[in-house]
């Protein structure tokens, strides 16, 4: 089935600098790939996804890449704010069914 | 927008009482889940439901059951509770068609057994 390995499992930036996560999957059906920002004491909300035939897509300062070939997608994070800071998760999807990356704590210092 | 609404933030239980963790949400969703969240290990999913009356076995359904008997509403069950059952209870919900691919969270539950 489906795996998803996610890394780095904790990353520290200085305010203003940029974040990368990176998530690898293993099953080339995956055809969707959205990424969860979770804040401390609260559910895990959407905040972008990119489907299979798109190769990037950027909303405001934070964009998703992916690469099909190598199977591997990124969230990037530009001129990160403290309000950056939370645990990320990545999924991959194959038929509406979700495989979850074990998310990373992003911290932001001031 | 959505709201999925866990009614029980913090729970504390003793090992082998039986524990209910409810969800209602508002969006008249078909599908409905149950995660467990802990450190390291990411979301890991118990039981989900495509439709009311329907149910099935996510990765570690081992110790839990669900009951879905309205559309809105997706209980979690632990018959007898465990130690190991001390986490973090994510449900979450989601529709079908063009948003069909968004799952919503609640705030989550704590639960802890002692």
């Known amino acids: 089935g489906e795996n998803v390995e996610q890394h780095p499992s904790t990353l520290s930036v200085q305010e203003g600098d940029s974040a990368v996560i990176k998530c690898t999957y293993s099953?080339?059906?995956?055809?969707?790939f959205p990424w969860y920002k979770q804040e401390l004491g609260k559910g895990p909300q959407l905040i972008i996804d990119?489907?299979?035939n798109v190769g990037e897509k950027k909303d405001q300062r934070i964009a998703v890449t992916l690469n099909k070939t190598a199977k591997h997608f990124s969230l990037h994070i530009t001129e990160t704010q403290p309000e950056d800071s939370a645990v990320y998760f990545c999924a991959a999807s194959i038929n509406y069914q979700l495989i979850w990356g074990a998310g990373t704590k992003l911290i932001i210092k001031p | 927008d959505v709201k999925v609404t866990q009614s029980s933030r913090y729970l504390v239980k003793r090992t082998g009482e039986k524990v209910f963790l409810e969800c209602v949400q508002d969006?008249?969703?078909?599908?409905m889940f149950w995660y467990r969240q802990d450190p390291g290990l990411g979301l890991r999913l118990i039981y989900f439901?495509?439709?009311?009356?329907?149910?099935e076995k996510g990765d570690i359904p081992e110790g839990y059951s669900v009951s879905r008997e309205k559309k809105e509403r997706f209980s979690l069950i632990l018959e007898s509770a465990s130690t190991n059952q001390t986490s973090m209870y994510l449900c979450?919900?989601?529709?079908?068609?063009?948003?069909?691919?968004?799952?919503?969270f609640g705030e989550g539950s704590w639960l802890t057994v002692v």
């Open positions: 979450a919900s989601r529709g079908t068609g063009s948003s069909g691919n968004t799952i919503y």
């Open positions: 099953d080339s059906a995956s055809n969707y």
């Open positions: 990119i489907r299979s």
């Open positions: 969006m008249d969703h078909e599908n």
């Open positions: 439901s495509y439709d009311v009356k329907m149910k």
